[in-house]
């Protein structure tokens, strides 16, 4: 797709940032869980947003879903900014563009009520509810067609410890359907899956995607199902999005560093993941004591001074791709990390 015919972002994050305060009176210190994010979330698009546990995936998703409030940046739903809106009416309305599924479909779940009413709650809440009994319960039954649980005459009175992990996640699926989302915020959906079942959740997605044209931000620590289930991938370590590019470009072609590490640590690499020869030591650092620089500096075996003293700016790609690494000035912008390395006579 050119420049030229693109469409406009249905959602996008410019410069979002969420700081929290923890600890006691004596010893507050300020996490810093989420530094300057930017993206784009299109129509019929996937996103997936990949990294380690801990590294602020969540937290985005979850500010995206106001449900926390951001410390700086905007976000933007058709153009316009969503948190200069206060009122409860546009929160509401926003919510119902913009649905989420939770990780867990164990607790996400309320375990006193049937399928039934976990499908028609939403319903109530946004005003999409059809008058009548008899057409209330058919939208529900349509619902649990819509994600494969047929026949739905035998979920809709379930309750979820009666139903599989998997049925439970494509009960949560339904549920977000309910309100006719032109958004969907999945936070690691299949984590928490049989190994065995989650290509039919991942399937099940992709199917929407295509059919009602959703856009996605995938949430996930597995880059492979990121590949396989994902448009674009955004790389995400200790707070800052580093790394931006097509999935496959950034499968067959990783310039950030912490992208190498994640693509080594994939098992099989013989069915088309690329891993590079490189070893990471050390730990993700402590998000309240990050300073201004890289934050992988210290596990970085290509680091040098500058990456200490700030972070990067983004060196950006003809294709739409981008890094933050010193590695990649704009004038240079090689292939790999250790070509740059070469180029650049860093060491260890």
């Known amino acids: 797709m050119t420049a030229t015919n693109k469409p406009e972002p249905i959602l996008e994050a410019r410069n979002l940032t969420k700081f929290f305060r923890a600890g006691g009176a004596f010893s507050r210190v300020t996490i810093k869980a989420v530094r300057e994010a930017n993206f784009e979330l299109y129509p019929g698009h996937v996103v997936a947003l990949v990294g380690e546990s801990g ?39 926003y919510r119902s563009q913009v649905q989420m599924i939770f990780q867990d479909p164990f607790s996400s779940l309320n375990p006193a009520h049937k399928v039934r009413y976990h499908l028609e709650r939403p319903l109530h809440i946004h005003h999409k509810a059809r008058r009548g009994r008899r057409a209330l319960r058919e939208q529900v039954l349509g619902l649990l067609e819509e994600v494969a649980l047929t026949p739905p005459e035998e979920f809709i009175n ?50 929407l995607r295509m059919q009602q044209h959703i856009a ?86 290509y680091a040098m001074a500058e990456c200490r003293a700030a972070m990067p700016t983004f060196t950006s790609y003809a294709d739409g791709s981008w890094v933050r690494c010193y590695l ?21």
Request: proline share 8%; glycine share 6%; net charge negative.
């Open 216 to 301: 996605f931000l995938y949430v996930t620590h597995d880059i492979a199902s990121a590949r396989y289930f994902a448009n674009e991938i955004l790389v995400m370590y200790a707070g800052h999005i580093v790394e931006k590019a097509d999935s496959e470009e950034l499968i067959q072609n990783p310039r950030h560093p912490y992208t190498e590490l994640l693509l080594s640590a994939v098992p099989d690499p013989s069915r088309g993941l690329r891993t590079a020869d490189i070893e990471i030591e050390g730990e993700i650092p402590d998000l309240s004591e990050l300073g201004d620089g890289c934050p992988f500096a210290n596990r970085c075996p």
């Open 55 to 93: 590294s602020g995936k969540s937290t985005i998703v979850r500010m995206l879903a106001r449900l926390f409030e951001p410390t700086d940046g905007d976000i933007l739903f058709c153009g316009q900014n969503v948190l200069a809106k206060k009122d409860r009416r546009a929160l509401l309305n």
């Open 158 to 207: 379930k309750y979820p410890h009666q139903l599989s992990g998997g049925q439970r996640q494509r009960v949560a699926v339904a549920r977000a359907l309910a309100v006719e989302p032109v958004v969907i915020l999945a936070d690691e959906p299949i984590s928490m899956l049989d190994v065995s079942i989650r290509l039919g959740v991942l399937n099940l997605m992709d199917k």
């Open 328 to 348: 990649y000035p704009p004038e240079e912008q090689p292939a790999t990390p250790a070509e740059s390395a070469l180029l650049t006579g860093a060491s260890d």
